[in-house]
């Protein structure tokens, strides 16, 4: 998932990305490993799971004099390194202004 936030006039003020996957290990030491032949056990699970919803906060610093921001998020698959398949992206404004 990548989060980013741009001011009107285009430029980009924020931008962070979150993982969602499980993390494993060999049972030998805490170490990750991903290699599918050579997961024992798992550390803990980051993974997105069907049909249960998440929430998730993002603390976002605006420059001075900035009041308002375009935030885009950008849910995607990747199966390997630089193949990132889009799912879905949302976009909306966000103000300080009541």
């Given at each position: 998932m990548e989060v980013t936030a741009k001011t009107k006039d285009g430029k980009e003020v924020f931008?962070?990305?979150?993982?969602?996957m499980t993390q494993a290990t060999?049972?030998?030491?805490?170490?990750?490993?991903y290699g599918a032949q050579?997961?024992?056990g798992y550390l803990r699970d980051t993974s997105l799971q069907p049909y249960k919803t998440r929430d998730e906060s993002f603390e976002i610093k605006l420059p001075?004099?900035?009041?308002?921001?375009?935030?885009?998020v950008e849910l995607?698959?990747?199966?390997?390194p630089g193949d990132k398949?889009?799912?879905?992206?949302?976009?909306?404004?966000?103000?300080?202004d009541k």
């Open positions: 931008a962070d990305q979150k993982v969602y060999s049972s030998k030491d805490e170490k990750m490993i050579w997961k024992v001075e004099g900035v009041r308002t921001v375009d935030v885009t995607t698959y990747q199966l390997f398949i889009p799912i879905h992206t949302v976009t909306k404004e966000v103000t300080l």
